[in-house]
């Protein structure tokens, strides 16, 4: 079974949403409890669990987020050294809601164009700079390496011309 960063992104915001609800529970059940410190053994049962739940989690989230961003560059590499290269254009841009530092995690549908073999489409998933996020517009031709078996792509270059979608 072969872990997919998105995957692992998904799972990350399955956590973080489902966090919420020990999160909640957990002043539920501190509720009426007069304040003051107590230890962990002398809290209110649901608020106990609720803390457990909420830190594991916690955890979860943030092990599936960076995983995400581990094995996308992972697989980027894998590619870099043993894929093939060809031109594609990008018949689609989409955010996938992950920034890290000052660049966007940005999905790509690609057309890849292999000279010795049949056309065919694929998505990949890069960080872009902000600053760079202009060159990689729909209709862009883009440079690919790709692997031939699975058809996993990912762009390691942008190619001068600009073709209609």
């Keep these: 079974m072969k872990i997919r960063s998105t995957t692992l992104r998904k799972l990350g ?10 999160f909640f529970t957990m002043f539920a059940g501190l509720y009426k409890l007069p304040s003051g410190s107590y230890y962990f053994n002398e809290l209110p049962q649901l608020t106990q669990y609720s803390l457990i739940a909420l830190s594991i989690l916690f955890i979860l989230t943030f092990v599936f987020f960076i995983g995400s961003v581990i094995i996308s560059k992972i697989s ?3 590619l870099l050294q043993s894929g ?3 031109p594609a254009i990008i018949k689609r841009v989409y955010e996938t809601g992950t920034t890290v530092n000052n660049s966007y995690m940005v999905g790509f549908d690609l057309e890849v164009m292999p000279k010795n073999a049949p056309k065919f489409y694929t998505s990949t998933e890069q960080l872009i700079s902000r600053l760079q ?23 390691i270059g942008e190619l001068e011309q600009k073709l209609n979608p």
Aim: net charge positive; proline share 3%; aromatic share 12%.
């Design 13 to 22: 915001w399955s956590c973080f949403g489902l966090m919420w609800i020990p």
């Design 76 to 78: 980027k590499n894998r």
């Design 84 to 86: 093939k290269e060809a």
């Design 133 to 155: 996020i202009h060159k990689f517009e729909v209709g862009t031709t883009v440079l690919v390496a790709y692997d031939a078996k699975t058809q996993v792509a990912t762009i």
